[in-house]
């Protein structure tokens, strides 16, 4: 799970970039399952306002029903506000790894 936060992060951080659009496709697949992912691993935990943020980017880069917003700026933006989540993650599931060893 660590990993895969972490992985999902550079992707996002790498499609800041302009990029072709096949890139972003992927990345919009990518992000929607690793936040599904983050939802169902960290349920146990109960509903807290992560589980809320992450829900809400899947709802975002869901493939399914697309969110277009038409502007490369504002998708920059939320690339980078996403990104700085799964690190937030990433740091996260460290930490708790640590504790319980």
């Excluded at 992927?26 to 691993?41: D, H, M, S, T």
């Excluded at 709802?59 to 029903?65: E, K, R, T, W, Y």
Aim: hydrophobic residues 60%; contains cysteine.
């Amino acid at each position: 799970m660590k990993y895969l936060s972490s992985i999902i992060a550079v992707l996002l951080i790498v499609g800041c970039f302009t990029l072709p659009i096949g890139y972003y496709a992927f990345l919009r697949l990518a992000v929607f399952v690793a936040a599904i992912v983050v939802v169902i691993a960290d349920y146990k935990d109960g509903v807290n306002i992560s589980n809320i943020l992450f829900a809400a980017i899947a709802i975002l880069f869901n493939p399914i029903f697309p969110v277009y917003l038409h502007s490369k700026v504002a998708w920059t933006i939320i690339d980078a506000v996403v990104a700085l989540l799964f690190v937030y993650k990433t740091y996260h599931y460290f930490r708790r790894e640590k504790q319980q060893s």
